[in-house]
């Protein structure tokens, strides 16, 4: 092999076809009087971005032998697997696990062109945004309506969102897939709607944390827009500080088993999974806490508890509860308790 051979071919890093340095190659060759069947298997550097790659190039013919140079001629597997289609930005801010699990698999499936999964998961994903904006209406035509109707989306997108739920349905029933430009279509669009309906509501409630209010004063301490999590807590009024500290030592005081994870948008109380998802809300002085509770099985105080189950929010549980002062603090760690207790 030339020392420094370069060829192309899709780059995952890049996004496009690249040149690559070929930094190892292995030939395989079989033929008789009627079939030629031929193999190279490539590791490849972008000569751009140093990403290595494993490719197979590989072709079966008849009494015609072609040259190794015509790509048009050879099957082409690159791994890991071609990424055309990348998570958008927002992806880590969606407020909902489930969303996060079942955009996963649409991605992965992309990967290796499963057009008929990543068009059936793209419906089953507005089936998921119409539960948490809506709640369960029973059916998916009623959902839609019920979108509509409660005015989460215009007959305008209606129009636009009808032909990509005919697209899931005919890919259920059917046995219809897009080409890969429909999909990108079917995409953009169900992205645009979930990212609309459930992150920038939470996105902008944050913003609002760091707006600065009349006469140029900021509504939390200190001059720096709070971003993440710990940041917000860092910057937050000292009665709300001292509110999260108190249940901060209250939490770890359950176990020896409870870790603390900062995440983004929420502080995660560990057990064997979360028990308790807490999110600082300094302009309204209010701690919200997500517990691994099943609201069925409790008797729902409205004026500091919420079922959630049908409601996107960050981090994990489906009961919220709302920790606004000390004299709080001692019926909110009931729940926490039990919440730790059952994670």
């Known amino acids: 092999m030339a020392e420094n051979k370069i060829e192309r071919y899709f780059c995952n890093v890049c996004k496009g076809r690249t040149k690559h340095f070929v930094r190892a190659e ?12 031929r193999q190279r298997m490539l590791i490849v550097e972008c000569c751009g971005c140093e990403n290595l790659e494993l490719v197979k190039l590989s072709f079966l013919s008849g009494s015609v032998i072609y040259d190794n140079d015509s790509d048009e001629k050879w099957d082409e597997s690159i791994f ?6 990348v998570a958008p930005e927002w992806f880590d801010d969606l407020p909902d696990p489930t969303l996060v699990k079942i955009f996963g698999e649409i991605y992965k499936s992309l990967q290796t062109e499963s057009y008929y999964l990543a068009t059936f998961g793209s419906r089953t994903l507005i089936d998921r945004l119409i539960v948490l904006t809506v709640g369960d209406q029973g059916s998916f035509a009623k959902g839609l309506a019920a979108l509509q109707g409660q005015g989460k989306i215009s007959d305008h997108e209606r129009t636009i969102l009808d032909p990509v739920v005919q697209a899931g349905h005919a890919a259920a029933h059917r046995g219809w897939a897009p080409t890969r430009d429909q999909l990108a279509t079917i995409l953009d669009t169900v992205e645009g709607l979930i990212r609309r309906l459930l992150v920038l509501p939470q996105l902008a409630e944050e913003l609002d944390e760091a707006v600065p209010g009349y ?9 720096k827009a709070v971003i993440t999590a710990s940041e917000k807590i860092d910057k937050a009024p000292q009665q709300i500080k001292d509110l999260y500290d108190a249940l901060l030592n209250r939490s770890k005081a359950l176990g020896e088993d409870v870790s603390i994870h900062p995440q983004k948008h929420y502080i995660a109380f560990r057990r064997n ?9 300094n302009t309204k002085r209010v701690i919200k806490i997500y517990l691994n509770l099943d609201p069925d099985e409790l008797e729902l105080d409205p004026s500091y508890m919420r079922d959630v189950r049908q409601i996107g929010h960050f981090g994990t549980g489906d009961l919220e ?3 606004a002062a000390n004299t709080d603090l001692d019926r909110t760690m009931e729940l926490v308790s039990r919440s730790y207790d059952v994670s």
């Open 321 to 323: 509860v709302n920790l």
């Open 273 to 281: 999974r979360n028990f308790a998802s807490v999110q600082v809300y």
């Open 215 to 223: 006469g140029g004063s900021t509504k939390t301490t200190g001059m």
């Open 80 to 85: 890991p697997p071609v990424t055309y289609r």
């Open 26 to 37: 292995y030939n395989k060759n079989d033929e008789d009087e009627v079939l030629v069947y």
